[in-house]
């Protein structure tokens, strides 16, 4: 069964950083397609960037701040995230295709505000 654990999330003042972690079981993180998503209130929920194979993509409104990584040895993806804007408040998802299955952790607040 696959399960994806996502935590990191929380208040942070513009300017500032977190970093969030996708733990995964089930499943392994250098073998699958994984990538973050994130919901605002009243908004669609959008890609933030992705990483398989080594290789990264990001979504422009985030490129040059956020950067995603995985530890192979621990099967946990991260998201560092950097400069934060108040427009980067949402839940944050991680997602992971494996055999040609999506699966979702629960979600992570994050929160910009002074």
């Known amino acids: 069964q696959v399960q994806l654990v996502e935590s990191g999330g929380g208040l942070v003042q513009p300017g500032g950083s977190l970093r969030l972690s996708c733990k995964a079981s089930?499943?392994?993180?250098?073998?699958?397609?994984m990538s973050w998503y994130r919901q605002a209130p009243g908004k669609e929920r959008e890609l933030v960037g992705l990483i398989s194979g080594g290789r990264t993509d990001y979504a422009d409104s985030v490129k040059g701040r956020f950067t995603i990584s995985s530890d192979n040895a621990k099967n946990t993806m991260f998201l560092q995230m950097n400069n934060l804007k108040p427009e980067d408040t949402a839940v944050y998802f991680c997602k992971a295709v494996w055999r040609s299955r999506d699966s979702w952790g629960q979600g992570t607040q994050v929160t910009v505000s002074s």
């Open positions: 089930g499943l392994l993180v250098s073998f699958s397609n």
